[in-house]
């Protein structure tokens, strides 16, 4: 008895059948988040393609030489950025028309179950929808590698924009003050002078190391006046470049990238210059005592 009351219970069991449903809305709701999601994510790499590729329009609109180093490469750049962004519209676009099509088959439904139409296209078009999401992550990733190497090159060409006002303002603030510095080393060079051509006679070597510290800080007292002035032509430049505008392009191959390097280098040679008198001053002064 026992043996064929299992038997009964067995065959009982295979013959039920599993139903599965779910609701429609959820999965409404869960395919317009992945759209809603792709269009995000190609919305901000076309934005960020179109950054990048004003700041080089702009810099063809002034005459730069698209034809020269980094040009070429950040061009490049920006057409695979572009082949990125036409793939992802393309695949967001697929997700848009499975999203139809399952508004389609769940016209007038709450729910959909596993033994009805239906059922079997919407785990298809899930299953799609998922596919075409993820590679939509990872042609964002793509992208972000793009955009990485264009910025790279970008910044080792130093290209880019400044604020003139801002410039000419911490300039001019730091002329004032080498000027400064310029007057302190007027006395340092007299001085100088002095311990070697005064009534004193010296020793033989501190006469040498004087001679030698005096010839040191008059050609960086003379350097000194040379870059200033090369500094302060680079200002004025600066101030007469697009009047009417507050930032300024920096493009490979034009005066403002040329000119920034240059005043930049101009200021720390006269640092250099600056430090150069201060120790021979001192080597003499330490001879004479």
């Keep these: 008895m026992i043996r064929i009351a299992c038997g009964l219970a067995l065959l009982t069991l295979t013959g039920c059948t599993i139903r599965y449903s779910v609701k429609v809305d959820t999965q409404r709701q869960a395919l317009r988040a992945l759209s809603a999601q792709g269009t995000q994510i190609a919305r901000s790499v076309d934005q960020a393609r179109k950054q990048r590729q004003r700041l080089l329009s702009q810099c063809k609109n002034q005459d730069a030489p698209m034809a020269e180093t980094p040009y070429p490469e950040l061009r490049k750049s920006l057409r695979a950025a572009a082949d990125v962004r036409r793939s992802m519209q393309a695949k967001n676009r697929k997700i848009k028309r499975l999203l139809k099509t399952f508004d389609q088959i769940t016209r007038n439904k709450k729910r959909l179950y596993s033994d009805r139409p239906g059922w079997k296209q919407n785990q298809s078009i899930r299953e799609k929808a998922q596919t075409l999401h993820a590679a939509l992550k990872k042609l964002s990733k793509d992208a972000k590698a793009i955009f990485t190497r264009f910025d790279q090159a970008a910044r080792q ?125 001192a080597r003499c002064r330490e001879a004479t005592r």
């Design 157 to 281: 060409a130093k290209l880019g924009t400044f604020d003139r006002t801002k410039m000419v303002t911490q300039a001019t603030a730091q002329l004032k003050q080498l000027k400064s510095q310029l007057g302190k080393v007027v006395p340092a060079v007299k001085s100088a002078e002095a311990q070697l051509n005064g009534t004193v006679v010296l020793k033989v070597k501190a006469k040498v190391t004087c001679q030698a510290a005096l010839s040191q800080m008059i050609q960086s007292q003379k350097a000194i006046v040379d870059l200033i002035e090369s500094l302060e032509s680079g200002v004025q430049s600066v101030q007469k470049m697009a009047p009417n505008q507050s930032k300024i392009l920096v493009c490979p191959g034009l005066l403002a990238h040329q000119l920034l390097p240059k005043m930049q280098a101009d200021s720390k040679a006269i640092s250099k210059h600056i430090q150069t008198i201060n120790g021979a001053s």
